[in-house]
């Protein structure tokens, strides 16, 4: 028994050791007595290694490398928290270094003692183990179940290597990423230092332009009452100029009213009284002539030696004394209450491309309608049956305007003439030709002989209908001229453009009187009110301004956008202003108390919109080729209003 159990203990010994579990000595006691529970007497109960061991077994010395304490920092608490430290490592590295069981099967006692044994070289001692075992197996006296599984220590070393393999690639990419990390901060870096450089130069440039702004300013402000004071002369002189044209024109009809009423009391009379004339040269040359009169004079002279030169065709001549305008003699108590209950009556599609003019006929409740299928139709009212369509031009029509005695029409369009046409047969009698791009639109003068029309080309142009040819032409916008009106019985012209300003021009010179500047767009549309007072424009972003004719100043200024605004018109009394809205809508602004009323109905955008003569019916037409007719059930306006802001 004793030799047996001296040879399970060597035999124990280097089984510890090719495992290299390196077992302690309460670790090996408990193992043994397992085994010898399980095998019976034939293994060890406990097996004690100590120092006075008299084996002949040599033990691997373990360095202690780790646990050395340099010189001179010999000291007992740190040499305690190294030895805390080595062991926190030791049971980490075990943690680490046992796995857990894998789903590989490892092999059971029997077959690691044979592995063992054929690798060792111990055929002897395999053959003894193999027939002793096999006949305990026969008798019974072994039971496998409780033997158990011996860890496969290989396939965890392989395992470990392997993941040593993974951990090693990972460590290189991560010092590859933490490399490039390295060099992009670098760059990073510099790309601040530049950054900041060009932010501190930018700084400075701010600061010296903040200082030259600063001087600038006050360099400025120097200027400004001087200027302030130059435009209000200018303003008073342009003023004083105007006052005195229309005073001049009014003394020379006074003058010929005089002479008339000389020569009947002439004629009256049986005796022969010497005749008094007023020679009109002679007063001119004695009095002191202004620019005006100096501009009126040389006009006068160019249109005579034309007239010489052309020999049978006469020019017409601008009225001197102007009817005048029956609007003004109106007394507010005669007028009737605006209107604003419109209601939606009627819709008559009478084009096939959209409708871009509608006008009253200066007398009769007849409306005309151009459109852009290059058609224009006079309709009956109410029931707005056709009573004629013209066709001939070319392009599409833009815009339409009645004779004074509402026996002609007038139309402009995109290709680039104006046509006059006889009601009465629905001939043209009369084009006009000379401008350069389409013509947006046309106006009758007062008396009847000339036609003002305005064009894309920048420029508008006064035609002679007696002479046939073009009597001036209007420079000075800086782009498209959009709408051009005659004051009331006057020589004056009103024109829009695109350049955002509306102009006043003498059209007997030619010359620009005035401009007004506010509006911030193009600007759509201008008209003067019936009594000849005030002016209203809209803009292409909705805005309508209200402008005092006589002093020429800004009266209001109201947003209705941010659709366009087409077109505007006043009614007969002059306290209704309509406008024709982009999306469709219809504002009616009532001056008087400053409020917004809509009429809906249009589908589509609204182009153009006029009053009858008495306000009790509207007319607009839209893009949709239609013409809708809106009436008033009473003369008390009945739908609610939105004040607008000025």
């Not at 947006?440 to 420029?459: E, I, P, R």
């Not at 002016?535 to 209705?560: E, H, N, Q």
């Amino acid at each position: 028994m004793a030799a047996q159990r001296g040879m399970p203990s060597s035999a124990g010994r280097v089984l510890e050791e090719a495992l290299g579990m390196g077992l302690t000595a309460a670790r090996d006691a408990r193992d043994t007595a397992d085994a010898v529970a399980a095998e019976g007497a034939y293994y060890l109960e406990q097996v004690t290694i100590t120092e006075a061991s008299e084996d002949d077994y040599e033990y691997e010395e373990i360095p202690d490398d780790n646990f050395s304490i340099p010189e001179g920092e010999e000291d007992l608490a740190k040499a305690i928290q190294m030895a805390q430290e080595q062991a926190t490592d030791t049971e980490i590295l075990e943690r680490k270094t046992v796995l857990p069981s894998k789903h590989a099967v490892p092999e059971v006692i029997e077959d690691f003692l044979c592995n063992f044994l054929i690798k060792m070289g111990m055929t002897r001692t395999l053959d003894c183990f193999q027939s002793e075992w096999y006949e305990l197996i026969q008798k019974g006296v072994t039971e496998l179940r409780t033997i158990g599984n011996v860890p496969d220590v290989y396939t965890q070393i392989m395992l470990l290597e392997n993941e040593n393999k993974n951990l090693k690639k990972d460590l290189k990419h991560y010092k590859q990423a933490a490399d490039t990390a390295r060099e992009d901060l670098l760059k990073i870096q510099k790309e601040r230092d530049f950054h900041r450089m060009h932010h501190k130069r930018i700084v400075q440039e701010k600061n010296k332009l903040i200082n030259d702004l600063k001087g600038l300013k006050l360099h400025y402000a120097s200027y400004e009452p001087t200027i302030r004071v130059l435009h209000e002369k200018h303003h008073t002189l342009l003023k004083e100029k105007m006052l005195t044209s229309l005073e001049r024109d009014k003394v020379v009809g006074q003058i010929s009213g005089l002479q008339e009423i000389l020569k009947k009391l002439q004629i009256q009379h049986s005796y022969h009284a010497p005749q008094i004339k007023v020679d009109r040269s002679r007063e001119k040359e004695n009095a002191p002539e202004g620019p005006t009169q100096k501009g009126l004079r040389e006009a006068r002279e160019q249109n005579k030696c034309k007239t010489k030169m052309k020999g049978s065709t006469k020019d017409s001549e601008f009225p001197i004394d102007m009817q005048p305008n029956p609007n003004l003699n109106v007394s507010k108590e005669n007028l009737s209450p605006a209107k604003f209950d419109y209601k939606l009556k009627n819709i008559f599609r009478l084009h096939e491309l959209p409708v871009s003019c509608v006008s009253m006929h200066p007398h009769k409740d007849i409306l005309v309608s151009c459109g852009e299928d290059r058609l224009w139709k006079v309709l009956g009212l109410p029931k707005c049956n056709v009573l004629l369509t013209g066709f001939g031009h070319t392009d599409w029509l833009s815009d339409c305007c009645f004779h004074p005695s509402g026996n002609k029409l007038a139309t402009s369009s995109g290709d680039t003439t104006v046509k006059l046409w006889d009601l009465c047969k629905g001939d043209c009698i009369l084009t006009f030709e000379g401008h350069r791009h389409a013509v947006w639109s046309c106006t009758w003068h007062s008396c009847g002989n000339f036609v003002a029309s305005s064009s894309l080309d920048k420029t508008s142009k006064i035609w002679d209908v007696n002479s046939e040819r073009c009597r001036c032409t209007l420079y000075g916008h800086t782009d498209s001229v959009n709408s051009i009106e005659f004051f009331p019985f006057s020589n004056i012209l009103l024109t829009s453009s695109a350049d955002k300003t509306l102009s006043i021009w003498d059209a007997r010179t030619g010359i620009c009187e005035q401009s007004l500047y506010g509006h911030l767009h193009s600007i759509n549309d201008a008209i003067f009110d019936p009594r000849g007072h005030m002016i209203a424009s809209c803009d292409a972003c909705g805005v309508t301004k209200l402008w005092d004719f006589r002093k020429l100043l800004p009266i209001v200024s109201i947003d209705i956008g941010p659709s366009p605004g087409n077109e505007v018109n006043f009614d007969s009394s002059g306290q209704v202003l309509a406008q024709a809205s982009g999306n469709g809508v219809i504002h009616l602004l009532d001056l008087k108390s400053g409020e917004i009323h809509k009429l809906m109905g249009h589908e589509n955008e609204a182009h153009t919109v006029v009053f009858s003569h008495d306000g009790e019916t509207l007319f607009s037409g839209g893009s949709d080729g239609t013409v809708r007719t809106w009436s008033s059930p009473s003369a008390h306006p009945a739908a609610e209003g939105i004040p607008f802001k000025a």
